[in-house]
DNA sequence: GACAAAGTTCACGTATACGTTAACATTATC
DNA sequence: GATAATGTTAACGTATACGTGAACTTTGTC
């Protein structure tokens, strides 16, 4: 377990109500990260990866960064856009 | 290849206009499939998860069969309500 | 084939993801 | 430290996912 998730054990006691909110942005935060990392894997600016999906730097930086939830859809086209594929399970 | 995938090479080679929107169809086909195969895995019934995701049964219906995208968040409430964790690889 | 349970579809309203612009911040590169 | 390239954030408009109720269809079950 890293600080990252000590921290937010020690806050979830501290302050219960705190949990709910943080789970989803928690999740969110992961998925944006990884798809920071996919682009910075693929050697690309968030310039690049926007002219790919015909639209701006300003929706790819949201996305990375504060995005609260994004579709499936966009998911898929921002994979593709660094050359990945987005695998998908339910198990 | 099953029949389906047969039918949609034919439709194909008569008419390329007809991949493109059909792509995007067929993505969310398999994910409404994936999901409904997921609930019925679990002996749901389409009602018993719309209370779990305090919906109605007309919207998991929607989901399972017409949706033309999805929330990441939807899909992984969806995947909870069914007792089932929901995967995300960008490869 | 009557009845109930489960599922489908439509229509309309609301919440929100995304497009876009502009101003600002950060990080190279010289 | 000036300049350019890259990234961030806020604000506002539009497109669309989702909530909901009602009418209908399908699928058991007797």
Same sequence: chains 1, 2.
Avoid: W
């Avoid at 600080?3 to 942005?25: H, S, T, V």
């Avoid at 935060?29 to 920071?36: E, Q, R, S, T, V």
């Avoid at 015909?54 to 790819?60: F, G, N």
């Amino acid at each position: 377990m890293d600080d990252l998730d000590k921290y937010i054990e020690k806050r979830i006691q501290k302050n219960p109500g705190f949990a709910k909110c943080f789970d989803q942005g928690y999740e969110q935060f992961k998925i944006g990260a990884m798809l920071k990392q996919a682009r910075l894997d693929a050697g690309l600016t968030q310039e690049q990866v926007a002219e790919k999906l015909h639209t701006k730097k300003s929706a790819i930086s949201r996305i990375e960064n504060h995005a609260e939830d994004i579709r499936l859809s966009t998911l898929e086209s921002f994979a593709a856009a660094v050359g990945k594929n987005l695998r998908l399970e339910v198990a």
